[in-house]
């Protein structure tokens, strides 16, 4: 029984609010806006979960010394930047906390891209099939194109650039997001018909 | 001799527990003959093949149970891998052999020679293979006329192998049921999925970078990081606004003074080197304008991103103030769902700003202002692909307000569909980017734009790309002349 009406509830309210994305009524409206406000309550919820989970997943501390470490710096780092964040909401000891310890260390990760991004260079770059020629080509011909004097080289850089990204970039691209779109509307469909049921 | 259910082991009968592994024997399925080593079921009492009683009368009449030696049970991780204990070729025949104890030391009663049928009663196509000097015992083959013919074809080895090898899936009836009850369950409760996965195309490895080769491409990334401290702007000058850049300043520019601009930033630290100075540049010629700018994000570090750009441009313009001139609504969850409400109302969004905690309705910054349709222009910093997705799924498609996205030179190409739909107005994107708008709308140089460094980048992997290629080329070019050296010389040998 329980299980037939999570199946209904979640058919009603899908499509809810698929009318009121397609339909103009005000009644559908209101029950739409309403029932989007409580996903907003329920992702709220779900980041409180998830603040559970990860203090249970590393206060067991049953890992190696220094994953015990670690996981006794997140912890440290995570209660500290709550109870900042709850009683000082956007005040200058969290600025201070995202300016000097978060904002460093996600840029340092964001750095070493810039490392990874040469040695694929190497691997990728290399001329083995006619696939790895169009992507060389390709490639260089960005890659010029990124420099801020292309234009000064050649003044057609900047046109192949653009057809590059128009044609064939614009192609692939759509060709993946159309498969996306289907996916997600299949998906969607076997939700609402209630072939698909994972919530319950 | 009956069988263990858990190992296969042969175990006298009466046994309570297995003499290998130490499992309760009850629940076994099979029965071994002591005499002609058939499989039996285990309710049989005697064996299907020769007739011999299976309670181990006869088997076991020199050898009583106690007699058999026990071997101490080692549980399943103490026991050697498969390969370990397959016995190589030059390895002693038996266990005994090995100076080991042998598990099961009652020998099995093998069927006499006399009691072997006689070639002439054999078929014709295995008479090549029979023992002629043996001589068939009519009483034996009325009993059985299989007896004598076990071992007699060469292949039989095998076959009785493959016979003996399914015992082991078969023996735990009831776990064999109980891993039948789960699979139908999953079965059953498992959502339908909705087709096999696709082929995984895994590319050749290519041959990894010599240590060396490793040190040096880093040596000349970290001389680009560092470019711009030493170049003096070397690329500055060069730079010119592309027309989308032109375009998209042009639109900015149409914003009324007093108008507003909703902004999204929806990146984090990692992406803040390349996108800052893009923010910076447009949200600047924005401000300067005195056109509110309401800030929001979707992502939890963009938040630190808002404060930090916003509070720059603040402290470049002292009359743009927060909550008069502009304002940071907070932290939107639910990506979609998220989005979704922002497109229905901000007030219901967002109870209050970030910053001050403030109704919406009591700041300055949101007068006229309770829906995204109110607003002049909405601009998306996004360092993916994914965040200017949702907002022209939920927001533009709904609303039809003007969506120009700010993104990263990685993320661009996946925009391109939007922008050629007209979804997304302007995609602007990268550190050049930055220097081209900043040209565009007249702005001078910031020394954060650090054109000269993502410039020296590209220059390094270009030149990665054409060396790697040109040693490869050289290299190829060096085989096919040594053949063909080495061809000559072959010729000129004969």
Redesign the interface.
Known sequence: MARILAIVAAVVCGLLVLADFFLVVPVIDALGAALIEGVLILAAFALILGVVNLLGVHTRMNGSPSARRYSAILLVALVVTLIVGLLHPASEQLTWIFDYLYFPLQATMGALLAFFLVSAAYRAFKLRSASAVILLVTSLVVLITQLPFSAALSPLLPAVREWIFAIPVTAGVRGILLGVALGTTATALRVLLAVDHPYA | MILCPSCSQRNPEGAKTCQACGEPMEGFVYRICPSCDAVNAAESAFCHRCLTPLDGSVALDSASADDVPVTPYTPPSAMPKPEARARPKSAPASAADAGMTPIITTPVQRPSADSRRAPADLPAHLNTYGDAASTPDPLTLARDPLVGLDRLLPFEEGVLAAQRSPLKPARRERDRSQEDADLFHRVATE??R?GAAGRVVVP?A?PP?PRW??AA??L??LL??LAPWWSGNL??P???P?PSVMAMADDLAAVPEGGAALVAFDY??????ELDPLATAALQALAARSVRIIALSSDP?GL?QA??VLGAIAAELPDYRYGADYV?LGF????E??L??VG??LA??FPAD????SPLTALPAMRDITTVRDVDRLIVIADDGQAPRRWVEQVQS?TGVGIDALVT?AV???L??YR?SGQLGHVVS?A?GA?EYRRAVGIPADARDQ?DG??A??????G???I??AA??ASWGRRVVGNRRAQGRSDRGR
């Open positions: 959502p339908v909705m050749a290519a970078l080769g490793r491409l880093y000349l990334v680009a990081a690329a500055g060069f730079v010119q592309r984090g630290p990692g992406a803040a080197g570090a630190g404060q930090r940071l939107v969850p639910g990506q769902a998220g979704r409400a229905e109302s219901g969004a970030y910053a001050q905690a709904r030179a661009e190409p996946l391109a569909p050629q990268g050049t220097v054109t993502y410039a980048l590209a220059i390094v992997l270009l990665v790309a054409l790697t290629n490869e080329a």
